[in-house]
């Protein structure tokens, strides 16, 4: 799946098969996620394991103060509802409309990260609208304080993109451990996982007015 696009249909399809006649015959699948699992048990993997994107609870243990501290370096007002978005900045991973409903909710701020494609649209949007805050790329050691100091995570990416159907981010598990509520589009082990923890919004599709409603519904701190 992660192929699609970038080689010919014959040699993914060929890649699909030698897959199929080799997982027949290995002592142990390791895999990242548990619905990526049960596919590969309908292909014949005898035994296998999960090993996934978990995060270390220890890494996400912040203070509130620490995090208050991080959100006035930013200039962000405590009563403020912060959505944090680090992530790559491709098309596919659904910014232009979390940026556009940013705009329309007010006091709500972003915090948002990486580099791609769009970092001009994001620098762009994050000069004129002051609760749109462009960090730049986030080094891995940096992202618990960014994703602890917000109060809502969000995960975009296209769900017709063939991968997303097994998708388990590292984004999902990073709110996880921070405790943080997620909002995601419906697809993937992420959209399973929130549905069941009830642990955040999925979104029905990527609209500007659908995040929109997310934002709002989220606002209830008892909600969060």
Known sequence: DMLEGSVYHTL???L????????????????VGEKLRRHFATLGAQNSVVVGNWKRLEDFSRSEEENNTL???LSIPESAMVIV???????????????????????V????????????IVRTCAANNPRIHYVGFVQADDIPAYTCAGDVVYY?????????????????????AAGKPLITGDFGEIAEVVRTASCGIVLKRYGVQQICEALEQLR????R
């Open 156 to 176: 975009g990416f296209d769900p017709d993109n063939p991968n997303a159907r097994f998708s388990a981010p590292n984004k999902l598990f990073e709110a996880l």
């Open 85 to 107: 978005c680090i992530t790559q900045l491709f098309v596919d991973r659904k910014l232009e409309e979390l940026l556009q409903a940013v705009d329309l909710v007010p006091n």
């Open 16 to 31: 699909v098969w030698l897959e199929i006649f080799l997982i027949r015959r290995i002592d142990l699948l390791i895999t």
């Open 220 to 223: 209830e701190d008892k909600l």
């Open 71 to 73: 959100r006035r370096q």
């Open 12 to 14: 993914q399809r060929a």
């Open 109 to 120: 701020y972003l915090i948002i990260g990486g580099k791609g494609a769009l970092e001009g």
